[in-house]
């Protein structure tokens, strides 16, 4: 069936970088769409980047031009590097995929799209 295996989470001074990374362990089958959620205490998870198999990605608004998400696709890894980073970046940091391909740019942004979660790693942004 395959899990999604995260690392890179951490303690790290604001305007810092960080780079998560989430593997498909126990399968082979690429994945359509891979992306990271993120939850903050006392908030909804809400949405921080995703991308297609083939290259498309979705960023949210908050931040977009400090994060990069890239996927090996051969590897069947995610990668989230995270730079400038900003108290307000706390929260756990869930991986998600979906096997199916999603061509809508709105499909993909809502958690509900993804059958296949991580078991979620801690950043905290302080000094």
């Known amino acids: 069936q395959g899990q999604l295996v995260e690392s890179g989470g951490g303690l790290v001074q604001p305007g810092g970088s960080l780079r998560l990374s989430c593997t498909a362990s126990g399968s082979s089958s690429m994945f359509g769409v891979m992306g990271w959620f993120r939850q903050a205490p006392e908030k909804q998870r809400e949405l921080v980047a995703v991308i297609t198999s083939g290259g498309t990605t979705n960023l949210a608004d908050s931040v977009n031009g400090r994060f990069t998400i890239s996927m090996d696709n051969a590897k069947n890894t995610a990668y989230l590097q995270m730079n400038s980073l900003k108290p307000e970046d706390t929260a756990v940091y869930y991986c998600?995929?979906?096997?199916?391909?999603?061509?809508?740019?709105?499909?993909?942004?809502?958690?509900?799209?993804?059958?296949?979660w991580g078991q979620g790693t801690q950043v905290t942004v302080s000094s």
């Open positions: 998600a995929a979906t096997r199916r391909r999603i061509a809508s740019a709105r499909a993909r942004l809502t958690s509900s799209a993804y059958e296949y």
